[in-house]
């Protein structure tokens, strides 16, 4: 009698944990018709801290699988959206300048974006007698679909501004006008503003959070150190210095954000 009331709650064991091998762990109602035919979970003797044991741990595998499912729909959304995102970013961005409009320039570029951002932007504007406006930014704490509107916006914005013939204090105060009416979620941009006489190489510049350009000779590298520490698109105001620099013949200029290490 005694070996027959040990076997038949083992059995009833053995058999809840076989259906439990073939179960779906996010199922809550499968699971508790499942557990409900444990034995009682009498912490008294073996058999109940068995069952107590299995009881406890199929709960517990269910919660972790939930909460992997949870994140792992998270991780797809997000990467959809920085997909997308991207998608907006390179298709706003021009991947050619090595036609004779940017002569007597030799531009080259390499963007390779992060896997969370869609925000980084640069062109360059011929604005004709070989006058050329170079533009380079970052969109700030933000990624995907956002990063890459906002940053829409903001180049656009630039390219207005250009062509219109503001200075360069003038064009950067209006983006940030523009931008920050309209900007509810405080998102910002950084912004390297410049304009280049290439038959002088005059450059007249503004450095709005930038990571410093470097000017690279044959025998020296130096940088362009003047830099307002500000961000456009925040506040209402944006009051900016314009900075001047003479390029040397045959030197380079290297703008970059600051995903360069």
């Known amino acids: 009698f005694m ?3 040990l076997i038949k709650p083992l059995q009833w064991l053995r058999n809840v944990t076989a259906e ?5 762990f996010t199922d809550d109602e499968a699971i508790r018709k499942v557990l409900i035919k444990l034995p009682s979970s009498n912490p008294a003797d073996d058999v109940g801290r068995i069952s107590y044991a299995i009881s406890t741990m199929t709960k517990s595998i269910s919660e972790n699988m939930k909460e992997l499912m949870v994140k ?3 991780k797809l959304l997000l990467e959809g959206d920085i997909s997308a995102g991207m998608a907006i970013q390179h ?3 021009s991947q050619n300048f090595k036609t004779d409009s940017y002569a007597p320039l030799c531009i080259d570029l390499k963007m390779k974006s992060a896997s969370v951002s869609a925000g980084d932007f640069y062109d360059v504007i011929p604005l004709g007698e070989h006058r050329f406006a170079i533009v380079a930014g970052d969109v700030t704490d ?3 679909v956002p990063s890459s509107m906002f940053m829409v916006m903001t180049l656009t914005l630039i390219r207005l501004g250009i062509r219109r013939r503001f200075s360069l204090s003038e064009v950067l105060a209006e983006v940030n006008r523009s931008l920050n009416a309209h900007n509810s979620n405080n998102i910002g941009a950084l912004c ?3 304009i280049l006489d290439a038959d002088s190489g005059m450059l007249d510049y503004v450095n709005v959070g930038m990571c410093k350009p470097q000017v690279l000779t044959l025998d020296s590298i130096s940088e362009l150190s003047d830099r307002n520490d500000m961000v456009v698109g925040i506040q209402p105001d944006l009051n900016v210095t314009e900075s001047r620099f ?3 013949e045959d030197a380079s ?5 600051d995903g360069l290490t």
Do not use: A, D
């Open 142 to 144: 933000v990624v995907g």
């Open 20 to 24: 439990l091998s073939k179960l779906n």
């Open 192 to 194: 390297f503003l410049g």
């Open 253 to 257: 200029l290297v703008l970059f954000t």
């Open 3 to 5: 070996i027959s009331g």
């Open 72 to 74: 792992q729909h998270r």
């Open 91 to 93: 298709g706003m961005l």
């Open 246 to 248: 003479h390029l040397p």
